[in-house]
């Protein structure tokens, strides 16, 4: 594992070098209306996403950025390896830990052929919405793990995030990254229409939400034969306890106005739905 945590961190220096030398406006790019990270992603990748060809026991985890995905990402890959250990001999595994970058939307327009080659299950992250994703995903029924958080913690932990990377557009003062955020100008576009969106796949079966806060409150039990994601995420009889941390730091930044502005946009976008009632904004959005 430690030589896929070097891949991670070698593409982030070697966007980190080339965002270096961009402009301000230069960091962004637009693909059919949402904003993209210039030097992690590209239109000539997205149009290549397209045609990728999903199998029925890929696994995906779908978050939206700041969501906790890289977090739950480390547990996920750590299981999946422990399981493939009983199917595939260790060559195998470690070619599967080098051969791709997970996040299904970063990296060169080739790197979706290299993928036919690795071992099943393969383990996919995104951070894209539904819509975006390639057809196969959903015709397959790929097994989606889909991780939110509550929307004025997401907002924060991205301003501080954006901050100390040079990939994304930075922002001297929270104000001015509250209002990018709020007029859908931030990377990976607007949270409440993703949230939106994919709440029209919240009761498919293959399709498991769970929230930030609930793996930071309780335990979360864990086996992998079946990878059906409903009451419980199956992945080899693990128990994983998760501590209570993280939650609820907005407090310290948002202002009334603010608080008043993300709660009609929370109403007017999920409130009443299924995946707005699971994030528990009365408890965790409401001072």
């Known amino acids: 594992m430690e030589k896929s945590r070097k891949k991670f961190t070698d593409l982030l220096d ?21 904003p993209y990270p210039t030097t992690l992603c590209s239109p000539e990748t997205f149009r290549a996403l397209e045609s990728f060809e999903a199998r029925s026991d890929d696994i995906i985890l779908a978050g939206y950025p700041k969501s906790g995905t890289n977090w739950l990402t480390q547990i996920l890959t750590d299981l999946v390896t422990v399981s493939q250990k009983k199917t595939q001999d260790r060559e195998g595994i470690a070619n599967y830990e080098l051969e791709e970058f997970p996040y299904l939307e ?9 993928m036919t080659k690795l071992p099943s299950p393969r383990f996919m992250i995104t951070h894209l919405r539904p819509e975006n994703l390639p057809k196969s995903i959903f015709k397959n029924k790929v097994k989606i793990l889909l991780l939110i958080r509550n929307p004025k913690d997401v907002a924060t932990s991205f301003y501080h995030f954006s901050k100390g990377l040079a990939s994304f557009p930075s922002y001297e003062t929270w104000d001015d990254f509250f209002t990018d955020f709020m007029s859908k100008r931030t990377v990976w576009g607007c949270y409440f229409e993703y949230l939106s969106q994919w709440n029209k796949y919240a009761d498919e079966e293959n399709v498991m939400a769970i929230t930030y806060e609930e793996l930071k409150e309780v335990r979360l039990s864990i086996t992998t034969n079946t990878l059906y994601f409903k009451e419980h995420v199956f992945l080899n009889q693990f128990t994983i306890i998760f501590m209570k941390s993280g939650v609820s730091d907005w407090k310290n930044l948002f202002s009334e106005d603010q608080n008043e502005k993300m709660d009609k946009a929370f109403e007017e976008y999920v409130g009443g739905t299924k995946l707005g009632k699971k994030l528990k904004y009365e408890v965790y959005c409401k001072a």
């Not at 966007?15 to 790019?29: I, K």
């Not at 970063?106 to 290299?114: I, L, T």
């Open 14 to 34: 070697k966007a980190t070098v080339e965002a270096n030398s961009m402009r301000h406006e230069e960091l962004m790019f637009s693909y059919n209306g949402t």
């Open 106 to 114: 970063v990296g060169d327009a080739e790197k979706y052929e290299r």
